[in-house]
């Protein structure tokens, strides 16, 4: 079992910043992939960004450049650095993890970018 616990989110102007932490608890290595999904109203779940072991990272297009994954193996947490924030990115975002015995998800941080 994996634990997932999202903190970070909130209110923020356009062209701000905000940064997401994700803590994880339980069976759950530093080799394990990790990532951030984000879901807006209306619309299905997409991948934001995923950090792999060794530390390779993939990017949506539309928020490279301007979002930062990263991890703290001793603290297993991983973090999005997120800036230039647009209205467009308003979404709830969820932290995921995979591991052998299979996905996991958080509950869900909800950021929102007025304009």
């Known amino acids: 079992q994996v634990q997932l616990v999202e903190s970070g989110g909130g209110l923020v102007q356009a062209g701000g910043s905000l940064r997401l932490s994700c803590a994880a608890s339980g069976s759950i290595f530093s080799t394990n992939p990790m990532g951030w999904y984000r879901q807006a109203p209306g619309s299905k779940r997409e991948l934001v960004a995923f950090?792999?072991?060794?530390?390779?990272?993939t990017y949506a297009d539309a928020v490279k450049g301007r979002f930062t994954i990263s991890r703290d193996n001793a603290k297993n947490t991983v973090y999005l650095q997120m800036n230039s924030l647009k209205p467009e990115d308003t979404a709830v975002y969820f932290c995921y993890a995979a591991v052998v015995s299979g996905q996991y998800w958080g509950q869900g941080t909800q950021v929102t970018v007025s304009s």
């Open positions: 950090i792999i072991s060794g530390g390779g990272t």
